[in-house]
């Protein structure tokens, strides 16, 4: 795996840092450590509140910007802070956005993942986790991302079905939107190593 120095500065290069500063209606945060290799900060969603779509699963901290003004980059810092209490600078990278529902209003929402690095890496069993929404914070090392994606049985509706998955730590699968809000990070990774 290339370094995570080579990494960050592939995502600078592509996915420019100062797209991070535009409003948006929800982010989420790649919180890139130094580790064996680059480890992306994630989060296990809490089961409550009922109804939740996103109950249970693998998440990246993150959430809705509290005013129409609030940049992607303010509410990915804001939401990685209160969920999983890790403070982020400045954003390395703003990668492509997704589009998901609104988890209230059922209508399009965009959804930015801006990406952050850490010189050092975060006291991960120490953190004080926002524990209505998050259950725990761990690191997925960025080699696992980096490989293949396999198949889980997920809820869907009312049914089990197969679906694309990576399966990190703690036996927990990171599947749906946030797989693929992580698959440009994925590419650089791949790319990087190419380049070695």
Known sequence: ??????VIDELARRFPPE???RPAAAAVALVLFPGSDGQPCAAHRASPPPG???SGDVALPGGMASHRAESAADVARRETLEEVGVRVGEPVASLPHRW?????RKRPMRVVPVVFRLDEPPPLDALEV???EVAAAFAVPLRTLAGRVGFARKRVGRSRVPVPAIHVPGERVL???TLAMTRPLKL???HVEGMR
């Open 52 to 54: 939740d779509r996103w």
């Open 130 to 132: 926002e524990d209505r």
């Open 100 to 104: 998901t529902l609104h988890p209230r």
């Open 175 to 177: 599947w749906g939107l």
């Open 19 to 21: 797209h991070a500063q």
């Open 188 to 190: 650089v990774a791949r």
């Open 1 to 6: 795996m290339g370094t995570l120095a080579n």
